[in-house]
């Protein structure tokens, strides 16, 4: 049976519904239109989509193992809803318009309630045709604070974003659905920003020790990154603590949606150049994030810092005894898709394309009406996703975190995010033990609206 988007949500009965709830004390976050400087000064400000008027939206903090409570009021034109990225969360709170919840019409309200499992550096942002309200503005960072912080002098949020803008006008250019961006590689800026402003600053003194949040927020763009005149070391990734730091040698890789937690140490001496750079398109570093150092804050750096502390239910077990799900990505220009099932039916490349899709996962375009996979509530889920597509695609789980599996059978850091490069398969491992709906998604947010999403179900 052909299921349509109508008739999917309808059957969402058990699905909350977005209608306003009085008497309650709740704090809120209101999606409206706001005018922002994201370009240099001197070029005209852009009209964007914001949480509470600012880009980003206002960091919200939280200490792990607390609730948090927000109500979203949606004062757009356009239905929209959240989705909280990287928590391992109550199915009902995830944010997916059309799988977990409606859509928040123009004027209406949701409330969001959910525990905080894990700390670490997470975010938020539109899930309702993301492509454009992400792209528009609608993020923010979402940091989830261990009960002993560790040992820093300063905790500071990178939110690296890129936006296409018209230099002319300061608006942004709307190619959101343009063809040509998500059948290639997706929507890639002309300006990029940290905290939504081109040229960021930050000032610090020498040997003074940071925790670096650091979150790609772009549409699209993978970015190189590396620090200059500070020793740093990894301790984090998609806000899952590494069993052990790892220092900074040569280029840190962010792919779209992931985030990483440095600790660094500024070993630049007062006047000299330190800061986040990042690779530009001709093999140049630029600077990212400028970092002003000036004075000292002891005699000698620190040295390696501690792992922080762990998360709760970090082990996959059982791996060896789970079947294996294979699941090929396809699709894109130079490649195209033979067929693939769209709506309900078997379509070819050509009638695809004039439905706008692109891309395919397991031969499936877009969300179908039955999963992807279907696991038994603690069961371990193994899938393989091979890229046979000439684009690398940043993959998302939603609702657990997964490990990557290596050919040795060793397991890789846990994370929600993880770059799948063209030509390339990677099997990710992980406890079904949340359940509910997931998306499993590629985070260039251009493929995810053309094609590239599928979605799980734990019983
Ligand atoms: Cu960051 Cu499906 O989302
Ligand atoms: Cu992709």
């Not at 999917?8 to 309650?24: D, K, N, T």
């Not at 499992?117 to 792209?135: K, L, R």
């Not at 020793?231 to 040698?249: F, K, Q, S």
């Not at 050919?407 to 079904?432: C, K, S, Y």
Request: overall charge negative; aromatic content about 6%; proline content about 6%.
């Amino acid at each position: 049976m052909t299921m349509t988007r109508r008739a999917f949500c309808a059957g969402l009965a058990a699905a909350p519904l977005a209608r306003p709830v009085f008497g309650q004390d709740m704090p809120l976050l209101t999606a409206q239109i706001a005018t922002v400087q994201l370009a240099p000064e001197g070029y005209p400000a852009t009209p964007v989509w914001s949480y509470d008027g600012t880009i980003p939206g206002p960091v919200i903090r939280a200490g792990q193992g607390s609730r948090l409570e927000r109500r979203l009021i949606n004062s757009l034109d356009v239905p929209t809803s959240i989705h909280w990225h990287g928590i391992r969360i109550d199915n009902a709170m995830d944010g997916v318009a059309g799988l977990t919840q409606e859509a928040v019409q123009p004027g209406e309200t949701f409330d969001y309630a959910f525990d905080l499992p894990d700390a670490g550096t997470y975010w938020y942002h539109a899930h309702t045709n993301s492509m454009e309200q992400v792209g528009r503005g609608l993020s923010g960072a979402l940091i989830i604070e261990e009960a002993n912080l560790p040992d820093v002098d300063r905790d500071e949020i990178l939110m690296i974003d890129d936006w296409l803008l018209d230099p002319d006008t300061g608006a942004f250019v709307d190619s959101f659905s343009d063809p040509m961006t998500r059948s290639h590689g997706g929507q890639i800026g002309n300006l990029v920003g940290v905290n939504g402003r081109y040229g960021f600053k930050l000032s610090a003194k020498q040997n003074e020790r940071l925790r670096l949040r650091l979150i790609n927020a772009a549409n699209a763009q993978i970015f190189g990154l590396r620090l200059e005149g500070m020793r740093g070391w990894t301790v984090a990734l998609d806000g899952m603590p590494l069993g052990a730091p790892e220092p900074v040698t040569d280029m840190l890789v962010l792919a779209p949606a992931q985030r990483m937690d440095l600790i660094v140490d500024v070993t630049a001496e007062e006047g000299e150049a330190a800061g986040l750079l990042f690779a530009a398109a001709d093999d140049t570093w630029l600077t990212l994030a400028d970092v002003l150092v000036e004075g000292r804050a002891a005699s000698v750096p620190r040295g390696a810092p501690e792992a922080l502390p762990p998360n709760p239910r970090m082990e996959v077990l059982g791996v060896e005894d789970a079947a294996v799900l294979d699941m090929p990505m396809q699709g894109g220009a130079m490649r195209g898709l033979e067929s693939a099932t769209f709506d309900g039916r078997r379509m070819g490349w050509q009638e695809l394309v004039q439905n706008g899709q692109f891309w395919a996962l397991a031969g499936q375009v877009g969300l179908g009406d039955a999963p992807f996979a279907t696991f038994a509530r603690g069961e371990t889920g193994r899938i393989r996703m091979t890229n046979d597509t000439i684009f690398p695609h940043a993959m998302h789980l939603h609702g657990m975190h997964f490990r990557v599996r290596n050919q040795d059978g060793t397991h890789g850091p846990m994370r929600d995010t993880v770059l799948v490069l063209p030509n390339e398969t990677t099997e990710i491992v992980f406890v079904a033990d949340n359940p509910g709906k997931w998306l499993l998604h590629c985070h260039m947010l251009g493929h995810a609206a053309s094609g590239m999403t599928n979605w799980i179900e734990v019983t």
